[in-house]
């Protein structure tokens, strides 16, 4: 039997992935009105060059509120689809199938671009970009951190009205030809607000026991399911830790898994942490691969295909994960920033291309006549 490896497909639904990596979503915090633009096409148009088998766009909001910056981009209005239509249509025409991830910030929202501080959007940014803060939403009345605002608490309407967000645009981003649809629910935003006891004091039917705390996510999914085809693949991004005492732990991250199963999603993209405030928790003990044992366990327990992610850059570490099943995909954000030919590198390092045939025709024939000149000279 052959083995699984990097370079082994991936069926998931009706959509074949070419290979086991997956471009993690980047924010870029460069649209604008929430409109992708040149920067986008290009910037996600080189990992789908690179050889990626899926490539994400990044985090997506499914309302202008739900923004975590001024420059996110965004998917509340039928006018962003044809600009993200155009992306997809270039990722898809190189071979790599085209991803989306839909979130909303809750109480992260109106927050500066990282390099602007990542602290609340005050007058002096209106003063200095003419961008204004906006009002946050909110599981329960609690700030993100020292410093930040106390969000709203959401109303039942609220809740109605982001969930109605959530699935008109999974409508859109189905419109626009993405075939890969993931939602957010990581990393301290909305979805992980309403998850995790940290965020969550509500004692009415969206919070109080872990079922409570999960029903938010739960009817996200179902009413995404709704407008997402039935033929494509749905992911959730979860937080499989908070890292903090009292916080969300990996077990309650497989109730969720296993909730989110049973709405017809079909992938856990596992991450960790982000709950509240900029400090590492102390728990947190970084290494290469830090987060994979989490999506080991999702995977084994809640019986749902998983993507690994964080600190990952060895290609035979990666190979080996998928080769022994600690889960199905393997994603990276960095290491792809730094080297967007990342996944053709892989390839050749795995024995998975020799003749440089994975590469677009255009580079990989003059690259195949360069190796058997220096094979043949002896060079390289
Ligand atoms: C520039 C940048 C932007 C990011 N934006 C998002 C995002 O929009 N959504 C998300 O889920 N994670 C986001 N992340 C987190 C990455 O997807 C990834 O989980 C994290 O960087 C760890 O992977 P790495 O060690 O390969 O970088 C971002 C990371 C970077 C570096």
Redesign the pocket.
Known sequence: MAMTSLFTPLQLRGVTLKNRIVV?????YRAKEGVADDWHLVHLGRFALGGAGLVFA??TAVEARGRRTHGDLGLWSDAQVEPLARVVRFLEAEGAVAGI?L?HAGRKASERR?WHGETPVDATDAEERGEAPWPAIAPSPLAYADGWPEPQAMTDDDVAQVIDAFEAAAGRAAAAGFRVLEI?A??GFLIHQFLSPLANLRTDRWGGDGAGRRRFAVEVARAVRRAWPERLPLSF?LSATDWVEGGLEVDDTVAVARALAAEGVDLI?V?SGGIGGRERPQRMALAQGFQVPFAETVRREAAIATIA?????DVEACDAIVRDGRADLV???????DDSNWPLHAARHLGADTEHAHWPVEAGWWLMKRQRLLDRLGLR
Request: net charge negative; charged share 20%.
């Open positions: 993690s979503p980047m924010s870029q990044e985090a991830q979130g990282p957010y990581a990393h991004r993209d991450s992610v964080g600190l990952l850059w994603a990276l954000a960095r290491e792809v920033l």
